[in-house]
């Protein structure tokens, strides 16, 4: 059966920044070093230090946040401060479990697609997606049958990632003789707008920091290790993120790079490592990124029965037996299930990035606005943080209007479904300062 109550110092530092490390370089690396660099061109390791400035100002709210209100609602119970129990607060805790979701199947297919590398099987257009299911029905399962040791899981799967990553990066260098620029390619200079567009993708990289938010009430004396985690998370995932950037670029062109831009670590492994540096890569990345969906899997299905719990979404059970949780996790495998079977990896990511942005802009607002004195936070980190998501998001939006429009009017059409979605559901946008709901566990 699985467990779905708060159990209060249930993990400790170590295991806050595991959980952390554990979902931002399952994504962050496999899925989106190509992406980014074909956006970012040659500096596209540059676009992985941006994406962790942005973040560190992201990351300040969310500190100041946990600390002052460690709890299990995490993101809700943010939003529910700043903006009271309405639908404005509804709508961008529903976008930040989207994003979530988002993130489930943009890992899933980056599982398929590496998965398949090794197989000469030609067209994979069937195949990425069908696997990309298959693990999350596997996560689903994993999750059905118990998280005992989800803790132990978690810092054990972190170590391996970070070790096997580092491992590849240092003699990824070593064998491009510590180059630290793509190989000639070529390519012209990326204008300004495709780098800063870039770091839209970049922030998704770290924005697994937020798992550690939504575990607020469970982590050991939560005042100062909420924030001491989200800090050493994104301290550590800088390091590996460019470690890797930066052997990449030693090992293979730009070309290169964006040719394979769906699986460049197993690519770049090759020159390095020869067929066994190709192979261990891909399991190293199946093993990684399998753990990361069963680690967001969990995660999403626990947000949204918060949410449930918080009256901030509907809920049915659709003839289902068991609690809440295990409804939710059925949502959250369904809904990851469709985006991993009808949207290539480069549409996923684009979707996780408007969500998220949109998000992460009206919660930093929001405290601004009505928190920001209650917690001793700057006004001007606030506002740096409102300044560079808009930035970002207006930039990555009008790019992505220009090379793929259909998926700006998916986004636009989707954020504004969720937020009329949320007026009807609930009765006003917003409520009075002191209205918290149920915002704490």
Avoid at 18 to 36: D, P
Avoid at 41 to 67: C, D, E, H, R
């Amino acid at each position: 059966m699985m467990k779905s109550e708060y159990q209060a110092n249930s993990i400790t530092l170590v295991g806050g920044i595991s959980m952390g490390t554990g979902v931002m370089i399952g994504a962050g690396i496999f899925a989106l070093t190509g992406q980014i660099a074909e956006l970012a061109g040659p500096w596209f390791p540059l676009s992985f230090v941006a994406g962790a400035i942005v973040t560190a100002f992201s990351a300040y709210t969310y500190v100041k946040m946990s600390n002052a209100f460690p709890s299990a609602g995490g993101i809700g119970m943010i939003l529910q401060k700043a903006y009271g129990p309405g639908a404005v607060a509804a709508a961008a805790a529903l976008l930040m479990a989207l994003s979530m979701v988002i993130n489930e199947s943009l890992v899933a297919r980056t599982f398929g697609t590496y998965a398949l590398r090794p197989f000469n099987v030609g067209d994979d257009r069937y195949l990425v997606p069908a696997l990309g299911v298959g693990v999350i029905v596997f996560a689903y399962l994993v999750n059905i049958w118990g998280n005992r040791s989800v803790g132990l899981f978690s810092f054990a799967m972190a170590l391996l990632k970070i070790g096997g990553i580092a491992l590849f990066g240092v003699a990824a260098l070593w064998v491009g003789g510590f180059s630290f620029e793509p190989a000639s390619s070529g390519v012209d200079a990326t204008p300004a707008a495709g780098f800063i567009a870039s770091i839209a993708l970049s922030i998704l990289a770290f924005k697994g920091f937020t798992t550690i938010t939504n575990s607020g009430a469970e982590i050991v004396d939560p005042h100062r290790n909420v924030g001491r985690a989200i800090i050493v998370s994104i301290i550590i995932c800088v390091i590996v993120y460019l470690l890797v950037a930066f052997a990449v670029g030693a090992t293979l062109s730009l070309d290169e790079i964006v040719a394979a831009k769906d699986y460049s670590l197993a690519q770049a492994a090759e020159p390095a490592f020869g067929p066994y540096g190709f192979y261990g890569t891909v399991a190293l990345a199946v093993v990684a990124t399998a753990s990361g969906v069963i680690a967001s899997v969990f995660a999403v299905s626990r947000m949204l029965a918060m949410l449930t719990d918080m009256k901030m979404i509907p809920h049915s059970h659709f003839g289902m037996s068991g609690g809440i949780q295990e409804h939710t996790l059925v949502y959250t495998v369904v809904a990851a299930g469709v985006l991993t079977v009808f949207f290539d990896l480069s549409r996923i990511a684009s979707l996780g990035a408007f969500f998220y942005l949109v998000m992460d802009i009206l919660i930093h607002w929001g405290v601004f606005r009505r928190l920001r004195h209650q917690i001793k936070a700057k006004s001007w980190v606030l506002l740096s943080a409102i300044a560079l998501d808009a930035i970002v998001l207006g930039v990555f939006g009008a790019m992505k209007l220009r090379s793929d429009p259909l998926i700006v009017g998916i986004a636009v059409a989707a954020i504004a479904t969720v937020f009329v979605f949320e007026r009807l559901y609930l009765s006003r946008w917003t409520a009075p300062a002191g209205q918290d709901g149920h915002g704490e566990h």
